[in-house]
T-cell receptor
């Protein structure tokens, strides 16, 4: 049973650049959520995708955008990178359906460093 | 008031003791509650989920939920040095748009002393 996968594992970018992070959900899951985790903090919710639509969004600027594909995989895009965007970016998948909400499982994360 | 609150710790317990981790939440509409373990530099790993009042046991772990008091806890029996990690409490609730959201606490750092 394939778990949640993310790529790349690590990334170093310069201020002002753009970055795209990728995520494949756990087999059988249809919902993908993205989180940003700074050192010593809990995961902060960025947004959630279900049925290829952004269903919810946390308190993040429009520089953060995403997409979900028909196979449920997802991308997170961040434009005009700031030093403060340096963090661990986590993708989590879950199943949305009647009787939910269901358990959410995390991928290994992408460590983004902005210099 | 934060939506999900945890004591940041560190909580230090000797090997073999019971570690007790606590979490309070503000949204009375919350329906599902989760505990994640996160080792330094790694992603969170789901260890327990609980949906109804009372206790739920899984091996050395016991989750306790009291919706009236808006309180959820995690007990780790026979604590081992390998249990040393940050434990994140997460709460899930439906939103008015029909979707659901997970809210995480900042985590409690547990140190099990050999």
């Amino acid at each position: 049973d394939a778990g949640v996968t993310q790529s790349p594992t690590h990334l170093i970018k310069t201020r002002g650049q753009q970055v795209t992070l990728r995520c494949s959900p756990k087999s059988g899951h249809d919902t993908v959520s993205w989180y940003q985790q700074a050192l010593g903090q809990g995961p902060q919710f960025i947004f959630q995708y279900y049925e290829e639509e952004e269903r919810q969004r946390g308190n993040f600027p429009d520089r953060f955008s995403g997409h979900q594909f028909p196979n449920y995989s997802s991308e997170l895009n961040v434009n005009a990178l700031l030093l403060g965007d340096s963090a661990l970016y986590l993708c989590a998948s879950s199943l949305t359906g009647t009787g939910g909400p269901y358990e959410q499982y995390f991928g290994p994360g992408t460590r983004l460093t902005v210099t | 008031q934060k939506e999900v609150e945890q004591n940041s710790g560190p909580l230090s317990v000797p090997e073999g003791a019971i570690a007790s981790l606590n979490c309070t939440y503000s949204d009375r509409g919350s329906q599902s509650f989760f505990w994640y373990r996160q080792y330094s530099g790694k992603s969170p790993e789901l260890i327990m989920s609980i949906y109804s009042n009372g206790d739920k046991e899984d091996g050395r772990f016991t989750a306790q939920l009291n919706k009236a008091s808006q309180y959820v806890s995690l007990l780790i029996r026979d604590s081992q040095p390998s249990d040393s990690a940050t434990y994140l409490c997460a709460v899930n609730a439906f939103t008015t748009s029909g979707t659901y959201k997970y809210i995480f606490g900042t985590g409690t750092r547990l140190k099990v002393l050999a």
